[in-house]
């Protein structure tokens, strides 16, 4: 039986986070949104190294005593104000360090799928067990899908990674904004396939 995944909200500017067992995904939630599961959280996973995911990442580290953990190609974002976006939001990269994931690494149920686009280093959560994705901010519900037009964005490796996503068994979508898709996010993710080579 998989774990369940629990959706906190996004707030604001400030991305969804997600908890899977020890497992808590992107990390800009308050403190207080997240020590509900503080004993159980042991790896903090960032879908991509943008500020409005990562935000409160220090604090939720301490909170948990947890392992960071980031796409290998994102890793310069987290002491990088000007490629995570911090001061836009009047903030500062964490200057956190953080272990890199690669393609094809396991967290817990998970495989890591190398997802670029949005930025170089985003990252997708797989659970082949029941099709579970947690997708960042690759992939949107209705067709959507991440921007490519913020620091190493690339438009060309998004449409590589949403055909990738695509030819997998999707069930359930967990995206970095906008409502989770609990059941049927086929459907959602073959929408994205078809959109996304019109723009860029």
């Known amino acids: 039986m998989s774990e369940p995944i ?4 996004e707030i604001g500017w400030r991305s969804n986070s997600y908890v899977c067992g020890s497992i808590l995904v992107d990390a800009s939630q308050p403190v207080t949104a997240v020590a509900p599961y503080k004993d159980q959280i042991t790896t903090i996973v960032l879908t991509h190294g943008h ?9 939720l580290a301490d909170l948990c005593d947890a392992e960071v953990c980031v796409g290998a190609g994102d890793l310069a974002f987290l002491s990088d104000d000007s490629l995570c976006l911090s001061t836009h ?7 956190i360090s953080a272990t ?8 817990g149920e998970f495989v890591v799928i190398n997802t670029p686009g949005h930025t170089r280093g985003s990252i997708c959560l797989y659970r082949e067990e029941d099709g579970a994705l947690i997708a960042g901010d690759t992939l949107f519900p209705h067709g959507s899908f991440g921007r490519t037009d913020l620091p190493t964005g690339n438009h060309p490796d998004l449409v590589t990674s949403v055909n990738r996503l695509a030819g997998l068994r999707i069930e359930s979508l967990w995206c970095g904004h906008d409502m989770p898709v609990p059941s049927g996010a086929m459907r959602d ?3 994205s396939q078809a959109e996304v080579p019109k723009y860029g």
């Open 51 to 59: 500020y409005d995911h990562m935000a409160n990442v220090r604090a």
């Open 189 to 191: 993710v073959l929408l």
């Open 89 to 95: 939001f009047g903030e500062h990269a964490p200057g």
């Open 100 to 107: 890199p994931l690669n393609d094809g690494d396991r967290i």
């Open 6 to 9: 629990r959706w906190l909200r």
